[in-house]
């Protein structure tokens, strides 16, 4: 219980702190309409039905945006949806085109956080992971990990605060990184077996893997690792594991 | 279990229904302070008195940064969740999207259920499975939604409200009978927009996981309906 509510708020605290960081002071902003017209939709999609247009040198205010949509406000109080394509055709107060674009590559590279979420294997067992990271520069960051494994035989958790990642090529298309880490590992032999106690051991890891920038805030993610855990038995315990997954960044 | 659904049915249509009374005021009620808004605003006037750019009238350049963005949507959520050989029980929990574009959008989810009693534990007069804190179940998992089918609900003759319905799969894990599993999701749901910042979604989800607590390994599909109600910020 405590477990999956930690994993839950770890996630969330995550997504706010990005969003906050993201979060604006509410400004009137308005822009002119330069086109002979832009097209206003009744929802933030392509297929809802245009009901209005604003015609050239006509103002609009700037409300909010979803995702490509931006709700507007026209000077006779009509609200409705205008797409990112049509808004860039808008001018600013000065005369000049209205700078709305997508996160491109070269947000990508210049990241400061990034979120994701893995699955794969963890020497036969089928594993999940969430991720956030911090980029000190294009080159390093520092991640942590929650990953739950799960099998016939045991669950493992794992957590990490500390986890650097080296990205020789962080301009590369597909950016490939190097991994050293440390962390924790709790064992849990499944309860219909015979009892045998639950561990927590540290480990060490080494790894290599793949990034890729999809679309927008989007990325693809592959990663191979390998674990060395530090029991108190006479031998260390090496485990291989397999992940692929997506994330997001801003 | 009848009554339970009873119950379920008429909380839907109880919120479905206060939706309908509370939005379109709300929706009026903010049209209005925009406009009375727009009123106040000194830069709105001089527009409205000459559309030419006055070189002494200051207005901020509009850069995309400062555009507040409404993609991620917080939800809580209750309904029923069908735990295999276990019953059927209420579940409960919370959710966080990110819409990464008008099709797609990221969801996690955690939720809370508890399971009953087999019909073996029932039968068997005094077996028992699993003690108390076993049939706690607990899940997370993070899945990919698509927008399958945006379009408009009327209502009313004088309101529409956005909706869509949509797929969605993912990964995640389960708390059950002392032990986590692995699990799989995929479902469906359905999202009414009820105002700027409120949004009413039904959704239906198969959890899969295997398990052998009931003395054979098998899959199992634990299936949920629930009720979210979700806040855009």
Redesign the interface.
């Known amino acids: ?1 405590q ?3 930690t ?2 708020v770890f ?2 605290s995550f ?1 706010s702190v990005s ?1 906050i960081s ?11 309409v330069a086109d002979p017209y832009i097209e206003m939709h ?7 039905p245009i009901f209005y247009v604003a015609a050239r ?3 609009v ?11 507007v ?1 026209t ?1 006779d ?1 009509k ?1 409705g949806w205008v797409s990112a394509g049509q808004l860039s055709m808008t001018l ?4 000049e085109r ?4 997508d996160p491109n590559e070269k947000d990508f590279v210049v990241r400061d956080w990034e979120y994701g ?1 893995t ?1 794969g294997d963890f020497e036969g ?4 992971t ?1 991720y956030g990271g911090y980029h000190f520069n294009e080159n390093v960051s520092n991640e942590f990990i929650f990953s ?5 035989v045991s ?1 493992k ?1 794992i957590l990490s605060l500390l986890n650097i990642i080296h990205e020789p090529f962080p301009e590369w298309k597909v950016s490939p990184f190097f991994t050293l880490g440390t962390g924790w590992i709790r064992t ?1 032999p ?3 077996l015979a009892a045998t106690r639950d561990r927590t051991d540290q480990y060490a890891n080494y790894g290599f893997g793949a990034r890729m920038h999809l ?4 990325l693809l993610r592959v990663e191979y690792k390998n674990y060395v855990i530090f029991t108190s038995r006479d031998d260390n315990e090496e485990i291989a594991e397999w992940k692929a997954g ?1 994330g ?1 960044f801003f | 279990m009848e009554s339970r659904f009873r119950v379920f049915l008429l909380t839907i249509t109880f919120a479905l229904s206060a939706m309908s009374v509370t939005a379109p005021a709300l929706a009026a009620e903010k049209s209005e302070q925009k406009s009375a808004a727009a009123g106040d605003n000194p830069a709105n006037e001089v527009i409205q008195q000459d559309p030419v750019i006055q070189p002494n009238v200051k207005r901020r350049e509009v850069k995309q940064a400062d555009i507040e963005t409404e993609n991620f949507e917080v939800g809580v959520f209750v309904g029923f969740l069908s735990i295999e050989d276990f019953g059927t029980n209420p579940v409960y929990g919370a959710s966080i999207d990110y819409h990464v574009t008008e099709d797609l959008f990221i969801q996690g989810r955690f939720g809370l259920s508890k399971a009953g009693t087999t019909s073996f534990e029932r039968l068997g007069g005094g077996v028992t499975l699993l003690n108390d804190s076993q049939r706690e179940y607990l899940y997370y998992n993070v899945a990919i939604g698509y927008n399958l089918l945006p379009g408009e609900a009327f209502l009313t003759r004088d309101s529409a409200y956005n909706t869509s319905l949509y797929l969605i799969a993912g990964a995640g894990n389960t708390e059950f009978a002392g032990d986590d599993f692995f699990t799989i999701v995929w479902g469906a749901g359905y999202a009414i927009t009820a105002s700027d910042w409120l949004a009413v979604h039904m959704d239906f989800r198969d959890h899969l996981f295997d398990i052998n607590v009931t003395g054979e390994d098998k899959t199992t599909h634990n299936l949920e309906a629930t009720l979210n109600a979700t806040f855009y910020f």
């Not at chain 1, 009744?42 to 809802?48: E, F, H, I, L, W």
């Not at chain 1, 205010?61 to 709700?71: C, I, V």
């Not at chain 1, 209205?98 to 674009?101: F, G, K």
């Open positions: 219980m477990k999956c509510f994993t839950f996630l969330v997504l969003s993201y979060a604006a002071e509410s400004e009137e902003h308005f822009v002119k009744t929802g933030p999609g392509r297929g809802y040198d006509e103002w205010q700037l409300l909010y945006r979803k995702t490509d949509w931006f709700r406000q000077e109080g609200e600013n107060p000065s005369g209205v700078d709305i674009r979420a699955i067992l089928s594993v999940i969430f739950q494994a799960s099998g016939t669950s958790t849990e499944k309860s219909t679309t927008k805030r989007f997506f997001f």
